[in-house]
């Protein structure tokens, strides 16, 4: 329990941590009380599962956007702006529910500008926890988050489900508007103890664009993102479709509460024992995990009275929070520093925002052939997907190499920027014939590292004339974009360039480039040249032909 609380001695941490879990108790009041206000207004389960899906939707259409946005700017007052949505969205539902104006359209609509403060909060929060405490810590930070989560599940459906029955949606809207008034102080308070970071010199189209080359140039990450969206699809179901099936097994408001509060409480527990279940099973943590919650979700469908569906939720909740707390600490671990926010907002995106996808699914499921066969179809699914886990190939979290960069490398910088585009790199080498085959595999890697760095094209070309002789050329979309990528090489990638020079037999390889030039206004480029000759040096990037000079 010492490593599990430990994230808490750091200052920022702890107070972001008490403030989001308040705020938490009012998301879950809001989220009974939208559900239940939508299942009176409608009667329908697809409303209901629309419903459930707006606050997470928005992440499928803005989540890359403020995953980069939060490596552009400081993530602090992205949070601020994000808090600000979310809790006058709220605000906006609490009155116009009180007022007696509020339609299921209407409602629906205020979910979704909820939603979007969700998809702008969610990534760049995500984003903000490696700055709070160091890396070692961070899968420790993250149980604690679901921790807080999980306390609030365990207690704020059963609070929304009396505030409802007692007094109604609107007072649930207005407690959910006012615990952002939390987060929002919490922020206000730690807001000068971050480092300030470099900003990301891509425009914002640019940037979104590198996050997803990131992700397709990254095996493991890719892999993580599609084993979560699928567990996204077929776990969805319990939660989306719960409200009906409570009253089809004879519950009220009242035991829908109990129930999600159960699944809380199961969560809360997964979260005190998470560390020993993984140093136990390890690799085939997330085999076990998804597996057991698709089995308790067939039977949570089985179920016929209150008792059973809640012990159901309670291990629901459990094999849930130990899923998601594991993939979600693999992901954060994965990440380098420069790309965090738009790596996360894919996490989000891959899991957050595909969810809607499968409560639609479950709400048209559940309407055609009723909730219970509903949640054992896409439960069953749950229990396949997590047979095929190990061809996924995802690491476990002792097994994943965190980018290390070099503490002493400089990191040269200028103001001047040079505009247009883009820059083509040519890297010459002559090598042995014998050497090709091997040469090759290394280029391979080489060509993931470029790729996931920002470069947008790269090709490795062969002299015809002289076989021996090969260049890979590599192009990025300004001057100022690749000074940042040599900033984005760590050290493992500076290895695979070092073996990659390793071949050439004729003194080292022969590096160029080329940019376009504005001919109207061309560019003093001599400072500029000098800092890119000193980031060749000290990067492990093949060197220059003026090296000499910069010495």
């Avoid at 189209?205 to 993102?225: K, M, P, S, W």
């Avoid at 391979?444 to 015809?464: D, P």
Wanted: proline share 5%.
């Amino acid at each position: 329990m010492t490593s599990a609380v430990a994230p808490l001695r750091y200052g920022s941490f702890r107070t972001l941590w008490v403030a989001s879990m308040l705020s938490a108790f009012g998301t879950f009041i809001q989220s009974l009380s939208s559900a239940q206000l939508m299942l009176d207004l409608t009667g329908s389960n697809t409303w209901v599962g629309m419903m459930v899906a707006s606050t997470s939707l928005p992440l499928l259409f803005f989540g890359l956007a403020a995953g980069a946005l939060a490596d552009m700017f400081d993530r602090a007052k992205l949070m601020l702006l994000a808090q600000g949505i979310m809790g006058g969205s709220a605000l906006a539902m609490a009155i116009l529910t009180w007022t007696d104006v509020i339609t299921p359209p209407l409602l629906l609509g205020l979910g979704f500008v909820l939603g979007t403060g969700v998809a702008l909060n969610l990534p760049t929060w995500q984003a903000l926890l490696p700055d709070m405490v160091p890396r070692g810590l961070i899968a420790s930070a993250v149980a604690l988050q679901s921790a807080a989560f999980n306390v609030a599940r365990a207690v704020g459906p059963a609070l929304g489900g009396l505030i409802y029955a007692v007094f109604g949606a609107a007072v649930g809207f207005g407690v959910n508007a006012l615990t952002y008034g939390f987060v929002i102080a919490g922020l206000l308070m730690v807001m000068g103890t971050f480092e300030r970071r470099e900003r990301d010199p891509a425009p914002l189209g640019t940037a979104i664009l590198l996050g997803i080359r990131y992700a397709r140039f990254t095996r493991a990450f890719r892999n993580l993102l599609l084993l979560v969206s699928l567990f996204a699809v077929t776990s969805s179901v319990v939660q989306s479709v719960l409200p009906g099936h409570n009253l089809a097994i004879g519950g009220t408001p009242g035991t829908l509460g109990i129930l999600l509060g159960a699944m809380g409480a199961g969560a809360l527990v997964a979260t005190a024992v998470r560390q020993r279940f993984i140093d136990r099973f390890q690799t085939w943590a997330p085999v076990l995990t998804i597996c057991s919650f698709g089995l308790v979700g067939i039977g949570l469908g089985l179920s016929t009275n209150i008792a059973t569906a809640g012990v159901f939720m309670f291990f629901s909740g459990a094999f849930w929070v130990l899923t998601l707390t594991n993939l979600n600490a693999t992901a954060q671990l994965m990440a380098p520093e420069w790309i965090r926010g738009r790596a996360m907002s894919l996490y989000s995106f891959s899991f957050v925002g595909i969810m809607p996808i499968g409560s639609i699914i479950s709400g048209i499921l559940a309407d055609a052939v009723g909730t219970g066969t509903a949640i054992i179809i896409l439960c069953s699914g749950s229990v396949v997907l997590g047979v095929l886990v190990p061809l996924f190939r995802v690491p476990s979290l002792d097994e994943i190499e965190s980018p290390e960069f070099t503490a002493d490398r400089p990191t040269p910088s200028h103001e001047e920027t040079v505009e247009g585009g883009p820059v083509l790199i040519l890297n010459t080498w002559k090598i042995d014939d014998e050497d090709f085959d091997e040469f090759t595999a290394v280029m391979n890697l080489v060509r993931l590292v470029r790729l996931r760095t920002g470069a947008y094209r790269w090709r490795l070309l062969r002299n015809v004339s002289e076989p021996t002789r090969l260049t890979e050329l590599f192009a990025t979309g300004s001057w100022e974009e690749h000074l940042a990528q040599h900033r984005r090489i760590d050290d493992a990638s500076a290895d695979i360039i070092a073996r990659a020079r390793s071949f050439d037999r004729a003194g080292g390889p022969v590096t160029r480039h080329l940019i376009s030039v504005d001919v109207e206004d061309p560019p003093d480029f001599a400072e500029l040249v000098i800092t890119h000759e000193v980031m060749h040096q000290t990067d492990g990037s093949i060197p220059t032909m003026a090296d000499e000079e910069v010495d």
